[in-house]
């Protein structure tokens, strides 16, 4: 499994970006996909995770009601719209994907400044 993000950027407070993960190779439906983030100095952390086409998504509380994640299953992409952004969120996102074995991304920057 390979997993490809981008999307990511420099916003403004307030602003919204959408960040997107492509996954190639032996992609089951049924294995979990997550988005997770990392700011300078603090250890790596769970963003938002999307199960299965059955159950509900997970999110940290800390993005509740901003972020959303998404899952296309027959492009297998893997995205997350956020928007409310605050200064708090930048860090590089990384896509994970929970196989045999976790497979991540090779994450993307958010900054978020005025």
């Known amino acids: 499994v390979q997993l490809q993000a981008s999307g990511g950027g420099t916003v403004q407070p307030g602003g919204s970006l959408r960040l997107t993960c492509t996954a190639s190779g032996m992609i089951l439906n049924s294995d979990h996909m997550a988005w997770y983030r990392q700011a300078p100095g603090r250890p790596r952390e769970l963003v938002a995770r999307c199960t299965n086409t059955r159950e509900p998504g997970y999110y940290a509380d800390f993005v509740k009601g901003r972020f959303a994640i998404s899952r296309n299953y027959v492009e297998n992409t893997l995205s997350l719209q956020m928007t409310s952004l605050e200064p708090e969120d930048t860090a590089v996102y990384y896509c994970?994907?929970?196989?045999?074995?976790?497979?991540w991304g090779q994450g993307t920057l958010v900054t978020v400044s005025s």
């Open positions: 994970a994907y929970f196989g045999s074995s976790i497979t």
